[in-house]
């Protein structure tokens, strides 16, 4: 089972200095999660994911009360995700489409994220001046209380409140994960066209597996998490492609997020081991239920010691026990 979420998030080491101009920095932040989610603009970024750089192009607009957003790979293969208030597809090379339940991840979720109070697990500071795509841009940091969790540095445009930059770093400040715009417009003019499906050959999506299966009766937990984290909800679907159901269960502290999948195996030959690109870790191990054998992997934007730690006090049982 291929696994890849992705997230985004930040924090910095320079002095730090207040800006009394600029009001408390909760108030920024909350600026900022309002101008992401109201604001008419579009936009090209960089984002860097490890060694990976992608260009992509944003469009995004209110059109009768409904938020749509358009994002579009612009370098490798030709690959868009669209939402359309609730509606969120991705469309692929091949001219198919996928239908996926509306997510607050991406390259661009963490305005989004930010949206209610931060956790009491970070502190929030502000730390300068800056510039980005050529504007005046304020600088923060959410800088992490303890070592379960990453940090995060933002940039945000000191006119729109837009959120320009931003940064998932390390305990040492490493950048794990960047997001940068280097062109941006507000007020471009939108319009539904600018939002439309093409013609697609085939559609998917996931559908929910029957009260009856087998999956549904199994109860998935774990025995440790970092302080602050708590379960987001689980979700039993079939996967594309014909391929055997798989369970998912989150976990948040409302920032960071990480998720636990559980696939049925039916023979010893599982993948266990630890893999990492950027900010995201996964980790995979074998597990035993009276009805079965399973791999559960998690994947998540945490430090690869917490996930190991946390892996390794998942329980899967049946749910009648």
Aim: proline letters at 5%; glycine letters at 8%; one cysteine or more.
């Amino acid at each position: 089972m291929k696994l890849r979420v992705l997230a985004l998030s930040l924090t910095l080491v320079s002095p730090l200095h207040a800006l009394a101009e600029d009001g408390p920095a909760h108030d920024q932040l909350q600026a900022m999660s309002q101008a992401n989610r109201s604001l008419n603009y579009t936009g090209r970024f960089l984002y860097q994911f490890g060694a990976e750089v992608s260009t992509m192009e944003i469009r995004h607009a209110v059109l009768d009360g409904k938020e749509h957003q358009r994002l579009t790979h612009l370098d490798g293969r030709l690959v868009e995700v669209i939402r359309r208030g609730d509606e969120v597809v991705c469309l692929h090379p091949d001219r198919t489409l996928t239908r996926i339940s509306r997510t607050e991840t991406g390259p661009l979720a963490l305005a989004q994220r930010l949206a209610e109070d931060v956790p009491a697990q970070y502190n929030i500071l502000v730390d300068g001046d800056g510039r980005v795509a050529g504007r005046n841009a304020t600088r923060m940091r959410v800088a992490p209380l303890d070592t379960h969790r990453y940090g995060y540095r933002l940039w945000l445009d000191r006119d729109s409140r837009l959120l320009l930059k931003s940064e998932v770093v390390d305990g040492s400040g490493v950048a794990l994960e960047r997001v940068e715009f280097v062109s941006i417009e507000l007020a471009p003019g939108l319009t539904h066209a600018d939002f439309a499906l093409p013609e697609v050959i085939s559609q998917s999506d996931l559908s929910s597996l029957p009260p009856s299966h087998v999956m549904q009766k199994l109860a998935l937990s774990a025995e440790w998490l970092p302080a602050g984290f708590e379960t987001t909800g689980q979700d039993w679907r079939h996967a594309e492609d014909d391929r055997a159901p798989v369970a998912a269960q989150g976990y948040s502290d409302g920032l960071a997020a990480f998720t636990v999948f559980v696939e049925e195996v039916k023979d010893g030959s599982v993948e266990e081991g630890v893999s990492r690109v950027g900010p995201t870790v996964a980790v995979s191990r074998r597990l035993t239920a009276p009805s079965g054998a399973y791999l559960v992997t998690l994947v998540g934007e945490i430090p690869q010691a917490t996930a190991e730690r946390v892996i390794q006090s998942v329980r899967v049982q049946d749910a009648s026990h």
